[in-house]
């Protein structure tokens, strides 16, 4: 059986997509980077939700003890137009790295199934990064999902956040809101 690390954003969208690689015959762990999402303490309940669930469905979680707060701003300062790309590429070539440590064949992310991002974009940086480090990025439009997976973590009653994860998403989706 092949081993799959897919890189895990959030409890509502890892529930169905870890259901989904399983259903396809790899064995899945999950990977905790997210150094986007803020403020700290938003990142920090995420954590504890996607936490809960890894718990409650069996998926080994590896946790990145690196929140990298720096290195996000570094790259996303001044580009925001290019912002989410960076952000990907960041949380997914740390992804990569540590699958290749942890004798993983292979990658993806959760990303995949949210209808809110830019499925496109993950995609690339997805196959870019995978060419680079040499192993695997595991593709498939989950968006159609979306709401299987929201179904799953639903009765479980765990932390549902309001915005993608970044301050300019968090910036966007209030200001948007409020007009």
């Not at 069996?58 to 290195?71: A, K, N, T």
């Not at 199934?113 to 993950?122: G, R, T, V, W």
């Amino acid at each position: 059986m092949s081993k799959l690390l897919i890189h895990v954003c959030c409890a509502h969208c890892a529930a169905y997509t870890v259901e989904h690689w399983r259903q396809q015959g790899y064995e899945t762990a999950g990977f905790w980077y997210n150094p986007n999402i803020h403020p700290y303490m938003e990142h920090q309940s995420r954590l504890e939700s996607m936490k809960s669930l890894a718990e409650r469905t069996g998926l080994p979680l590896i946790v990145s003890p690196d929140y990298d707060i720096i290195e996000y701003f570094r790259r996303v300062a001044g580009h925001e137009a290019e912002r989410c790309g960076e952000c990907f590429d960041l949380r997914l070539a740390k992804t990569a790295t540590t699958a290749l440590e942890n004798g993983y064949d292979a990658f993806t992310t959760t990303l995949l199934i949210s209808p809110h991002q830019k499925h496109d974009l993950i995609k690339v940086v997805g196959e870019r990064v995978a060419e680079a480090k040499g192993i695997e990025f595991l593709y498939a439009d989950l968006r159609k999902r979306y709401s299987d997976s929201r179904h799953i973590t639903k009765p479980m009653e765990l932390y549902r956040q309001q915005y993608c994860g970044c301050v300019y998403s968090e910036w966007e989706r209030y200001t948007q809101e409020s007009k």
